[in-house]
Nanobody, 123 residues
């Protein structure tokens, strides 16, 4: 079993930055593909970014490419999301998710989910 706990959300002005963290329990973290998803009010959960078990081959949604950076520290069992140049449309609850196997962009393929952390970007 894997438990994920996100932190680092908050309120920031447009153009600002935030760094989200996702701490994972369990000894299998390095064998998991990890992703960030987000869900805004009234909208479906959408893919943001994902990274492979080794930390290579990150993939990003077009809406965040060039502004967000995903990384992981397998020794610390932690996933990070550096968010720069934030926009009001980035406002959402951000979730980290994990799965055994290759990384995908589909939320239905992820087995483990955190509780989410709220990110609010004011204009």
């Amino acid at each position: 079993q894997v438990q994920l706990v996100e932190s680092g959300g908050g309120l920031v002005q447009a153009g600002g930055s935030l760094r989200l963290s996702c701490a994972a329990s369990g000894r299998t973290f390095s064998r998991l593909s990890i992703a960030w998803f987000r869900q805004a009010p009234g909208k479906e959960r959408e893919f943001v970014t994902t990274i492979s078990q080794s930390g290579s081959n990150p993939a990003y949604a077009d809406s965040v490419k060039g502004r967000f950076t995903i990384s992981r520290d397998n020794a610390k069992h932690t996933l990070y999301l550096q968010m720069n140049s934030l926009k009001p449309e980035d406002t959402a609850v951000y979730y980290c998710a994990a799965r055994r196997g290759v990384a995908t962009t589909r939320p239905s393929t992820y087995e483990y989910w955190g509780q989410g952390t709220q990110v609010t970007v004011s204009s």
